[in-house]
Structure formats: C-alpha cells, structure tokens
C-alpha cells in the first residue's frame, strides 16, 4: 500500500509485514543533498508515525552523487532516530554490480542490524525473521 509519493521517492508498507519500505524513482537524479536529506528524513518520520522497526530502502535504480560528509551526517543526524524508534533490522536492496562493495553491519551497542540483498524476496524474507 503506498503511503507517500513525491517525484524523487515514495514510501509503502506492506500489509502482511511490518516492513515500511523506501523507493526512489526515476527524477531523484535531479535532486539537491538537502532533497536527498529531506527524503531520509520523511522516512525516519513515516517509520515512527508506523511504527515501523523493520525498513526496506531500494537503492536499485539509485544515480544521485553523495557528498563526503553524508555517512557523518547520517550517523550524527539519521541513524540516532531509527534507533530511538527501536528499528529492529534494515535492508537495502541493490544492483548486483555494487555488491562487492557493501558489507552487512552485525546489530551493536543498541543498534539494528544492516543487511545488503539484490533480490526483494530474499531480503524480506531476512526481514520477516
């Protein structure tokens, strides 16, 4: 069921899980870092207005060029909401080509579990758990 849809992303839930998923679609490319920041935020805002503690985030289709300070600007500003709001586990859907680049983060002090998958089943399933 879509929730939001805006013309860079959209956010759905899906009815028989407690999963709160993100997209981006194909104008995203076009956007500026406070577009991009004000997409994660909404997110972070849907996931708490759902209550949502497991989050799927599609980066499949993903063209925007992050800036050098996003994974500070993440860990400082993003992350400390999803881990108030007591999100469970995240994953993120990518394109195969980019795989080898990622490693999954193991839950730590608090915090969720990330895992990185190509196919949407597997990762819901991972979600599902």
Not at 55 to 72: K, V
Not at 84 to 94: D, S, T, Y
Not at 102 to 120: L, M, S
């Amino acid at each position: 069921m879509k929730i939001y849809e805006h013309p860079y992303y959209g956010v759905k839930k899906n009815p028989n899980e407690q999963v709160l998923s993100f997209y981006w679609n194909e104008a995203h490319s076009e956007m500026s870092y406070e577009d991009f920041k004000e997409a994660c935020c909404n997110y972070a805002g849907y996931a708490f207005e759902y209550q949502a503690k497991r989050l799927l985030i599609d980066t499949s289709n993903f063209q925007f060029q992050m800036p050098a300070d996003f994974e500070q600007w993440r860990d400082d500003h993003h992350y400390p909401r999803l881990w108030k709001l007591g999100v469970e586990k995240m994953a993120f859907l990518m394109p195969e080509s980019v795989m080898a680049f990622v490693e999954d983060k193991a839950a730590e002090f608090g915090k969720f579990p990330v895992r990185y998958f190509v196919q949407e089943g597997e990762a819901m399933e991972w979600l599902g758990e």
